[in-house]
């Protein structure tokens, strides 16, 4: 197999993704929405709410802003590297520096990934729930999980040393 196909089925294998991601993440905000406006009204109407609603759109609000960082990371539009860009400015050299920033930021989030791998196991261990008997641990799945995409999707950057989507506007 030659690299050009490796290269093809890892862009494809991407794309599965970051259609994933898109829908979960429509749907994830529809939910928010939808819970909070609810919440509002119940509470000013009704004076009542769901006990488990705030808990519910604060565990979608971590979950919407991983997946968005997730879905910057594939369009290079992650937090950058300031220090690497002003130290080479030289426009000779701009194809360096974005490599060099998506390998110092590919070496920080691999070590985020591995750390919030450790938080899950500690959270699994101790057997508390979040709301509606759902473990903490699969609330904050959503940031091992992302860190491991956003991993990929700097190495896949790192070889092609390129976007992998460009910005449409």
Known sequence: MNIEKIKNKLFTIEAVI???ESYLLSFW??????????????????????????????????????????????????????????LIRNEKFSSL?????????????????????????LEAENNMTAFLNVPTWVVFIIVPVSFLLISLRLLIQIFTNKPIEEETL
Do not use: C, P
Request: no cysteine; net charge positive; proline share 0%.
């Open 18 to 20: 970051a259609s994933a």
């Open 29 to 86: 905000l529809l939910t928010m929405l939808f819970i909070g406006a609810l919440q509002v009204v119940l509470r000013n109407f009704f004076n009542t709410g769901l006990d488990w609603g705030d808990m519910l759109v604060r565990s979608l609000v971590l979950w919407v802003g991983f997946t968005g960082a997730s879905i910057a990371t594939r369009r290079s539009r992650h937090i950058n590297i300031e220090v690497i860009s002003k």
């Open 97 to 121: 520096r974005v490599r060099l920033v998506n390998i110092v930021a590919f070496i920080i989030s691999a070590l985020l990934l591995n750390a919030s791998i450790n938080y899950i196991f």
